[in-house]
């Protein structure tokens, strides 16, 4: 079936160094995708998004990259912080209903 | 304007108890969206609704789940007879139009605990 995933469940970054977070999806008739943070204890934070028309969208401190040709999504922050730290999840808008279709999450950490 | 919330936030129940799990939208939302997320797992549809009105169901389990989202009041996520494989955070998200992304809100989940 389709399917959003992530290549890593865990990432450790130095304060002030940018982060990475990959993602992989199967669903090649995607056209919108979206970054949610989920701090502990809380339901997931919209950070950004981006339409198949684009390869790279930029936010606040955050920057998305979609790769249609092998079906890629990053999310790039910059001077990640200790208020970063967070479960990053992609997920895509999929279904009759435009329900969300979530990956797995990474867990982000940063050190000081 | 209070963001979605959701009650009770913890939630334990005995093998075969129901649980009851609430959802009142932001103000001016009239969808809503229910996700079960089971540990260190991302979040899976399980129901959207309208007012009064099913619109997919396709993510909840055929038996002892159901969901209502009423003319007046929050909506509700029932779950009967629970076991321990019930054991997991729910979240609901509410949006104003069929949900984009951008325009949903979450609430803070309910974490359901079988004991």
């Known amino acids: 079936g389709e399917s959003v995933g992530l290549h890593l469940p865990t990432l450790s970054v130095q304060e002030g160094d940018n982060s990475i977070i990959n993602c992989a999806y199967s669903n090649s008739a995607s056209d919108y995708f979206i970054w949610y943070k989920q701090e502990s204890g809380k339901g997931p934070q919209f950070i950004i998004d981006i339409r198949s028309n684009m390869d790279k969208r930029q936010g606040q401190r955050v920057t998305v990259l979609l790769n249609k040709t092998v079906k890629h999504l990053s999310l790039q922050i910059a001077a990640t912080q200790p208020g970063d730290s967070a479960v990053y999840f992609c997920a895509e808008n999929t279904g009759s209903a435009r329900q969300l279709t979530f990956g797995s999450g990474t867990q982000l950490t940063v050190l000081p | 304007n209070a963001g979605v919330m959701q009650n009770p936030r913890h939630l334990v129940r005995r093998r075969g108890q129901e649980a009851r799990l609430r959802c009142s939208p932001m103000k001016g939302h009239s969808h809503v969206y229910w996700y079960r997320q089971l540990p260190e797992e991302g979040l899976k549809f399980m129901v959207y609704?309208?007012?009064?009105?099913?619109?997919?169901e396709s993510g909840m389990p055929k038996e002892r789940f159901s969901a209502e989202f009423p003319k007046e009041g929050p909506s509700i996520l029932r779950i009967q007879q629970v076991v321990r494989g019930d054991s997991a955070a729910y979240f609901c998200?509410?949006?104003?139009?069929?949900?984009?992304?951008?325009?949903?809100?979450f609430g803070q989940g309910t974490r359901l605990t079988v004991v």
């Open positions: 609704l309208q007012k009064e009105n099913i619109i997919d």
């Open positions: 998200a509410s949006s104003q139009t069929p949900v984009d992304g951008r325009e949903a809100f």
